[in-house]
């Protein structure tokens, strides 16, 4: 059974991003993100892999999964297949068809496909955002892990990393990672 992992920056406050989907005041501090970007180089977007410097295999995942608010947030800037590295997956109940034929659109059972997901064989499935599809799929106990990039900031409102009241769950935390720029790395092994 493939491992489902909801990683994600977010704020002290429990936030993901701004209101408007920006993630203003985030910490893009290089060191941090060498070191993110070292131990989970599949994260890094296709487009900017070779900027980077990037050519490592994915480590961790082969699989991303995008909610559309947060597919759209790329496509402001004309990324229409951001993980082309990796087997894409946009869930969207309001699109009807995909932007690129290298996105699979699926727009109704999410827990269907998700539940033969990590069925098949591969690497860990990255949720990479969506706190709709988040919320759906903690609901229906598909998440394993949660890996949270924790701020040091409060901002107050925005989208939150669960967008709707989720049931109590029990977490494990198995590792830890401060930085120098006050960002602290949770994973957690749901239970």
């Known amino acids: 059974m493939r491992t ?8 002290l406050d ?35 892999r070779g900027v980077m410097g990037i050519n490592a295999d994915n480590q961790w995942f082969d699989t991303v999964l995008m909610g559309r608010k947060t597919y ?15 087997k894409q997956y946009l869930f969207s109940r309001s699109l009807e068809q995909s932007p690129c034929e290298e996105l699979e659109l699926v727009s109704n059972n999410a827990v269907d ?19 709709n599809l988040a919320s759906e799929l903690f609901a229906h106990d598909l998440v394993d892990q949660l890996l949270l990039k924790l701020n040091p900031l409060v901002i107050g409102s925005g989208i ?3 967008s709707s009241v989720i ?6 935390l198995t590792q830890s990672k401060t930085y120098d720029n ?10």
Do not use: N
């Open 4 to 11: 489902l992992t909801y990683y994600v920056a977010c704020s």
């Open 72 to 86: 759209e947030m790329g496509l402001k800037d004309g990324v229409t297949s951001p993980y082309s590295h990796m």
């Open 160 to 162: 939150p990393l669960f």
């Open 113 to 131: 496909v998700i539940t033969r997901l990590k069925g098949q064989p591969g690497k860990g499935i990255w949720l990479c955002g969506g706190a």
């Open 182 to 191: 006050g960002v602290i790395q949770l994973h957690y092994t749901v239970k």
């Open 167 to 172: 049931q109590p769950q029990a977490l494990e």
């Open 14 to 48: 429990g936030f993901i991003a701004h209101t408007d989907g920006s993630q203003e005041g985030f910490s893009l501090d290089q060191a941090y993100l060498a070191d993110l970007f070292a131990t989970f180089p599949e994260t890094v977007p296709s487009h900017l």
